[in-house]
Structures are given as structure tokens and as C-alpha cells.
């Protein structure tokens, strides 16, 4: 069953994920500029922005669910920067505003990316000069974030076959220790693995 992750329809076939990786990153730090740029009273400017975005998204063949379920996750924190604007003069509507830019820029850089294998946008950074431990780290983390989901599954499947209540707070413990235990079997695997790439010649 293929991973959920931001890079999984991002070898499909479409007139955007043809396009060069330098150019849609381009476009779209130009589309955050230019949405950090407008009024915030400019609500038809917002508007006209998500219908740009959905058009896009559409000619990209991405499911819709794929995008507004992960900013539906990212949601929460955007709206906890966006509560300070509250206590400011004219607060409400700068915390529309805000949560509306926001949402806008997450929604436009989050379909470039969806839209780009990551190999190509590690290529593209490395063309930027991005510094190359950054570049390791990214690619690192890429590489075995599947693998620290497997392992997850696994103890979550474990500890659900040893667990005979139901109850809400029995599964929040549950997920408490397969988190503790996620986040030490993690350490002890990245040493193991760093020790076997720097025995073969790996320098950072």
C-alpha cells in the first residue's frame, strides 16, 4: 500500500509536473510574494488566488483530497500564529487576513512540491548553493521516513494484539509508549546507520 507522503503523485503525468523544477518553485515563491504583497483587505484578490491554485491542482491531476487534507493538518498552527493578531487594533479582520495569506502560500508552495520528485528538487537546491548538509539531512530524512512509518505500524499492530480494552485513554497510553519507543529504536538505528555509512568512505 503506497505512503501517503507529499512526494507520491509526484511522478504522474500532467502539462505541470512536466514542467521544469526550477520554474514551478520559481512561480511559486513568486505567487507567495505576491499574495504577502496584497491588501489585506483585497479579499478579491484572495479569491481569485484559490482559483488560480484550484485550477492548477486540477490540470495537475492531484487529488483534491490529498492537498486539503494536508493543510487541513498544518491548519492549527497557522491559526495559532494568526490568534496573536487578536489583540491588535482591528484584530478580527487581521486574523482573517492572516489565516487567509497563510493558507494561500501553504496551499501554493505545498502543490509545487507535490507536483516535483524530491530527487529533483534536491537538484534544484544543489543549483542554489544550499548549503550540502542541509541537502544530506533532507535527503536522509526523506529516505527513511518510510521506514520509521513501517516501524510504527509494526508496534502500533503489536501493542493493538496485546491490548484488550477499548477505551480512550487505554489507546492514548498506547500511543505514548509506541512513540517513546518509535523515538529510541530511531536514535538507535541513525547511529547504527551512520556508523555503516562512514565505514564505507561517507563524509559529511
Sequence with gaps: MPRETLDRFARMDSPVHRLPAGVKFGVAFGFVVLTLLVP???????????????????V?????WFLLRRILWLEPVLMGVA???????????????LVARSTL???????AA????????????ERLHVPRMLMTTLALTFRYQYLLLD???????ARRSRTFHAR????????????AHLFLRSIDRAARIHAAMCARGWRP
Design 40 to 58: 489585506r483587505h483585497a479579499w478579491w484578490v484572495y479569491a481569485v488566488e484559490s482559483l488560480l491554485l484550484v485550477a492548477v491542482a486540477v
Design 60 to 64: 495537475s491531476r492531484i487529488p483534491p
Design 83 to 97: 490568534l496573536l493578531a487578536l489583540w491588535q487594533p482591528g484584530g478580527p479582520g487581521l486574523f482573517a487576513a
Design 105 to 111: 502560500c501553504l496551499a501554493g508552495m505545498m502543490l
Design 114 to 125: 507535490a507536483t516535483t520528485p524530491f530527487s529533483d528538487t534536491l537538484r534544484l537546491l
Design 151 to 157: 516501524e510504527s505500524d509494526r508496534m502500533r499492530r
Design 168 to 179: 480512550r485513554g487505554v489507546e492514548w497510553r498506547m500511543l505514548s509508549t509506541v512513540v
